[in-house]
């Protein structure tokens, strides 16, 4: 027991988010680099090759050069296993991204510092507020042209909504970036241009009672900025809380350069400190504890045909409680069945390793012969555990689609409601009609060419994709209470329903969405569906 709550409480399990471009690949980089997972000593991937190199799962990634898929990377450092939760990078994203967050026990947050917060970072910071986990801010590009700090915590409080809290404070940036200050420390580290991809950096520790050294390092100018920035940082900021930061109430933030190696060790020494080992979860109102608890875990993402020789579909699991042991039985709830898990293994980049054993805070893949959606709980099957289903994100993009050739009816029909159960897609009708029209909606639209790839290559039927003007869903919250009839909506709403029959209304724009909630007093609408 004590080495399964040891290896437990070992464990951080995190996802990085970060608008494209902002370096969050860079950073990962540097994170495996101090974790001796990687080697990159001189050579760091271009990014055309390192994408390539996470995963090629499939050939429209390749064709592209840009990951569709995600992964999940594990490396020890300082007596902690890692588990970093990788999102697909590119500007279109899917559900899948979004997914991956329920899976992290924290989040660290990456922005460019001449960019600040950008429409990304604040999609994605929507679902950590919603789940109240913790935020850590990682300010990269220092060695750039930065925005002014002060400016930059603003952004972030008041765009996203949470209190900031420096750790360190950057002295200057672009060509007069000269390091940052530690807080806490009290002292100053400076700042070196390393050669990329080398792990020592020659990082000067100098005390803030050292003036002599200090002028001579950063210069009096510099010097007295900071001294300057100090005080009124130390007048205006919030009080480091770490209780606050575990509610994810108060963020973190450090300053550095992913690109030159600077401030990411310190980053990611801080964060190990500061970021909790899996926490309990709950299942219909009981806390299930990571440690004391049995085997638990549930499906959050879906994965069809990463393997072309084998048609497969790969199950990822978030490991809630316990030790997976791959020759134990275990309990489909949903499906009510007592199994084994077949081909358990760890997804790293595009190699798969099968697994023996795994603890809470791990993802495990394991082969679906088609059992499970998103959402459901594996568990021992002594117990009955059921955790709480992953909200459907709102789609922003719609289009009907269509099959050109009417004979495929049915293949077209089992593609799309296949590729729907994996969650790449959501499907719609038109409002009290039946299925003759679909109505398609995805959070990324590259999403469609990945729907229409994989129907013509996958279900050898073509499609035709009709874009819709929509770009908001909203569900009725109150349906009980509704007449959809006498909704009174704007000219430009459309009434669709789901596959269940659950009527939805889609809007052109915000203002859209205000109207016919003035004009229909009472009726409640939400923007992520019940799981
Ligand atoms: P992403 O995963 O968030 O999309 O970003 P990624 O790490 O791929 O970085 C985007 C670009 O920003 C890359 O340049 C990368 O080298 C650069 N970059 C990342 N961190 C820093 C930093 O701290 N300072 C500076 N100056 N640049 C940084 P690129 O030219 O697009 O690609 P590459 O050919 O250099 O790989």
Request: hydrophobic share 40%.
């Amino acid at each position: 027991m004590s080495n399964i709550a040891e290896e437990i409480n070992k464990r951080r399990t995190f996802a990085i988010i970060s608008h494209p471009d902002a370096g969050k690949t860079t950073l990962t980089e540097k994170f495996l680099l101090y974790g001796g997972a990687i080697n990159l000593a001189g050579s760091v991937k271009g990014k055309a090759t390192a994408r390539h190199a996470v995963s090629d799962w499939m050939e429209i990634e390749k064709e592209r050069g840009i990951s569709v898929t995600s992964s999940v990377l594990q490396f020890n450092y300082a007596d902690c296993c890692i588990n970093i939760l990788d999102t697909p990078g590119h500007q279109d994203f899917s559900e899948d991204t979004y997914r991956t967050l329920m899976a992290a026990d924290s989040a660290v947050m990456v922005i460019d510092a001449s960019k600040g917060v950008e429409a990304q970072t604040r999609k994605l910071f929507k679902v950590c507020g919603m789940r109240g986990i913790p935020i850590f801010t990682f300010i990269n590009k220092m060695d750039r042209d930065a925005n002014d700090t002060f400016e930059l915590l603003d952004e972030i409080e008041k765009e996203l909504g949470i209190a900031t809290c420096p750790v360190n404070w950057p002295i200057g940036s672009g060509k007069r970036f000269k390091g940052v200050y530690d807080r806490h420390e009290k002292h100053v580290l400076t700042y070196s241009d390393t050669q990329k991809g080398t792990k020592e950096g020659e990082t000067t520790v100098i005390s803030m009672e050292d003036e002599a050294l200090l002028l001579e390092s950063i210069g009096d100018e510099a010097l007295s900025v900071l001294k300057d920035e100090i005080a009124l940082l130390d007048g205006a900021s919030a009080e480091f809380d770490l209780e606050a930061v575990r509610k994810g109430k108060l963020t973190p933030v450090f300053f550095g350069s992913a690109l030159t190696n600077f401030g990411v060790e310190i980053f990611l020494q801080n964060f190990l400190k500061m970021a909790t080992a899996p926490l309990p979860r709950s299942s219909q109102g009981e806390l299930i504890d990571p440690v004391e608890n049995a085997f638990s875990a549930f499906v959050f993402k879906i994965q069809a045909n990463m393997n072309k020789a084998h048609r497969d579909r790969i199950a990822f699991m978030r490991i809630c409680s316990g030790r997976f042991d791959a020759g134990a039985e275990v309990k489909h709830v949903q499906g009510g069945k007592v199994m084994r898990l077949s081909q358990p293994q760890q997804i790293m980049a595009d190699e798969r390793k099968i697994l023996n054993e795994a603890y809470a805070g791990d993802i495990i893949g394991v082969f679906d012969p088609g059992i499970f959606s998103i959402g459901d709980t594996v568990c021992a099957p002594k117990d009955n555990i059921c955790y709480e289903g992953i909200p459907t994100f709102a789609p922003e993009h719609f289009a009907r689609v269509r099959q050109v050739d009417t004979m495929k009816r049915q293949q077209f029909i089992k593609g799309v409601n296949q590729i729907a159960q994996e969650g790449a897609i959501q499907i719609f009708q038109e409002f009290n009609t039946g299925m003759e029209e679909i109505i398609v909606g995805v959070v990324g639209v590259l999403q469609f060419d990945v729907l229409k790839y994989r129907l013509e290559n996958e279900y050898n039927v073509e499609i035709k994709l009709e874009p819709l003007p929509y770009e908001h869903i909203r569900w009725i919250e109150n349906r009980d209470e509704v007449d959809l009839e006498k909704l009174s909506g704007t000219s430009d709403m459309k009434k669709i329903q789901d596959l269940k029959g659950n009527p939805l209304l889609l809007f052109i724009n915000q203002w859209s969405i205000g109207m016919t909630q003035e004009r229909n007093k009472g009726l409640v609408l939400s923007e992520f569906g019940r799981g």
